[in-house]
């Protein structure tokens, strides 16, 4: 078990000088945040998904900020994620797109598996026919220690559907979100 009073010694700190004494409580606040994603509902999350229109265009939410922690740190990474899907049936509404992001990027993370979870999330709720999921961000943890390269972005992507099969979506959903 993790034991703040004992890192604080270790490092040669006194536990109980003022600026130190409720830390701890501060920090266990902050994770309890910036880690609720465990605690949120992903259908609520969601809102409302919309039936009646036949919709059939890339929709696109992009430069969506996020804050995460590393999994294998416990540092922030953070960035913008980009959104582009093409509806069969159903429309998701924007708000709840953000909120997707929000819910897995308040938990433990890697960069990859945070597109690949809202990617697969948006693909078993709307059964569109494709989904596009792209993060730019940068590691606090490639900073910070190990090889301390200040100005690395990390740029991932997920591919579903036509995304993945057609060339020409791919394209155009890279052309509109160039700017």
């Known amino acids: 078990m993790f034991n703040f009073n004992e890192?604080?010694?270790?490092?040669?700190e006194?536990?109980?000088?003022?600026?130190?004494?409720?830390?701890?409580q501060r920090i266990q606040k902050l994770y309890l945040h910036l880690l609720d994603g465990y605690q949120k509902d992903i259908d609520a999350s969601l809102g409302?998904?919309?039936?009646?229109?036949?919709?059939d265009e890339m929709i696109i939410l992009k430069d969506i900020e996020f804050y995460s922690m590393c999994e294998h740190h416990l540092l922030p990474f953070f960035g913008s994620i980009t959104i582009g899907y093409i509806p069969d049936k159903k429309l998701a509404g924007i708000g709840g797109l953000?909120?997707?992001v929000d819910i897995f990027s308040h938990r433990l993370q890697?960069?990859?598996?945070?597109?690949?979870?809202i990617a697969d999330v948006l693909m078993e709720k709307?059964?569109?026919?494709?989904?596009?999921?792209?993060?730019?961000?940068?590691?606090?943890?490639?900073?910070?220690?190990?090889?301390?390269?200040?100005?690395?972005?990390?740029?991932?992507?997920?591919?579903?559907g036509i995304f993945k099969t057609d060339s020409k979506t791919r394209a155009e959903f890279i052309a509109l979100t160039k700017s």
Do not use: Y
């Not at 890192?7 to 040669?12: E, F, N, P, W």
């Not at 006194?14 to 701890?24: I, V, W």
């Not at 890697?110 to 979870?117: A, D, G, K, P, S």
């Open 126 to 160: 709307l059964n569109p026919k494709g989904v596009m999921v792209t993060c730019n961000a940068t590691h606090l943890c490639m900073r910070m220690q190990g090889i301390q390269k200040q100005h690395t972005t990390i740029h991932t992507s997920a591919l579903r």
């Open 110 to 117: 890697i960069q990859e598996r945070l597109n690949n979870q």
């Open 98 to 100: 953000a909120r997707l």
């Open 7 to 12: 890192l604080l010694l270790k490092i040669g």
């Open 14 to 24: 006194d536990p109980n000088r003022e600026g130190l004494k409720d830390t701890p």
């Open 48 to 55: 409302s998904v919309f039936n009646e229109e036949c919709f």
